[in-house]
Every structure is written in structure tokens, then in C-alpha cells.
């Protein structure tokens, strides 16, 4: 594992239901073993059924179609990411959500998933290293950066996210 890059990795859909709602952004932010960035990138995905949308979804993510028009069609996205993430191993508040939808993109489009196995979920890091405060109820990604003072500019976008993310897991490394 100490060969692989970290993908710090944040998505966006139209809802919680993996088989009903669609990825709409995909953040990235890719690190070596030092946590030097090597590259981040953000993708958004045009939906093909804004239909089934869950209306409090679209309004957390700020959705509107204007800044979706020039978006990628979901199997060049997915094509994009999984050239850019290759071998790394992914890492998420969350984890289960976002590789869950990714997991099950890859399987709808007949794509390999490139990303090396292992996975790491910034959330059970933090119960684990923080359960036992009295003072902290919540481990989502805005009470972690509440927690350690980290500002991200702008939640709910996948790569502001996706930095939050790195920035909160470099934290809990410290503790």
C-alpha cells in the first residue's frame, strides 16, 4: 500500500438512491504518501434524468442547468476519472456513499474500477480517534473542519470537498 497514491475523493448526485439518482460532479484531489498534491480535478456530469431528482439534493449542490450545459456525458466522465485515479487507493468522508455510486456506475457502464482495492473512510478514522470526546456528537465533514478550523469554501461542491477531506484526514493523522 505505501507504493499508491491517495485519491481524496468527493462526488455529488441527484440523490441518495444509487439506482434512481445520478453522479453530477466527481472532485479529486490526488496525493502521494507525503500528502504532496499531484493533481486535483473536478468533473461535472450532465444528468440524463434531472427528473427523478431529489429537490433538496439539487438545492444542497446548488445544481441549475446552466453550469451543467457544458458537462461531460457520465461515460467520458467515468472514463476521464478512472485513467486519472488508477492504482490509487480511495479515500472519502463517507466512503460508503461515494464508492457505493461509483462501485455501481462502473458495473451500469461495463467498466473495470481502476482504483487499487483498499479504501479508507475519513468518518470511522475520526469516531475512531474521537469517540470518546464529550464535546463532538457529529463526524461530518462540516463538524471536522468546525473541529480543526479548516474552511471549506465552498460544501457540497466535489472538489472544495474533496480538499476539506484531505485537509480534515492530514488532522487525524496528527492526533
Avoid at 441518495?16 to 490526488?30: A, Q
Avoid at 427528473?51 to 458537462?71: C, F, H, M, P, Q
Avoid at 481502476?114 to 480517534?129: E, F, P, R
Amino acid at each position: 500500500m505505501r507504493k499508491h497514491n491517495l485519491a481524496f475523493i468527493d462526488i455529488e448526485t441527484t440523490g441518495l438512491n444509487m439506482i434512481e439518482h445520478e453522479i453530477i460532479e466527481i472532485g479529486c484531489v490526488i496525493v502521494d504518501q507525503k500528502l504532496e498534491i499531484l493533481e486535483e480535478f473536478e468533473l461535472k456530469i450532465k444528468p440524463k434524468h434531472i427528473e427523478n431528482a431529489d429537490k433538496v439534493a439539487l438545492k444542497i449542490t446548488r445544481y441549475n442547468e446552466k453550469d451543467w450545459e457544458s458537462g461531460y456525458t457520465l461515460g467520458d466522465a467515468i472514463e476521464i476519472f478512472s485513467n486519472k485515479v488508477k492504482d490509487c487507493i480511495m479515500i472519502a468522508q463517507n466512503i460508503a456513499f461515494d464508492s457505493g455510486f461509483l462501485e455501481y456506475t462502473f458495473a451500469k457502464l461495463k467498466l473495470s474500477n481502476t482504483m487499487h482495492y483498499h479504501k479508507l473512510d475519513t468518518i470511522s478514522v475520526a469516531w475512531a480517534k474521537l469517540h470518546k470526546k464529550p464535546d463532538l456528537d457529529h463526524f461530518s465533514l462540516r463538524e471536522m473542519c468546525k473541529r480543526f478550523g479548516i474552511e471549506n469554501k465552498n460544501p457540497h461542491s466535489a472538489l472544495s470537498d474533496a480538499r476539506a477531506t484531505l485537509e480534515v484526514y492530514k488532522k487525524l493523522m496528527t492526533l
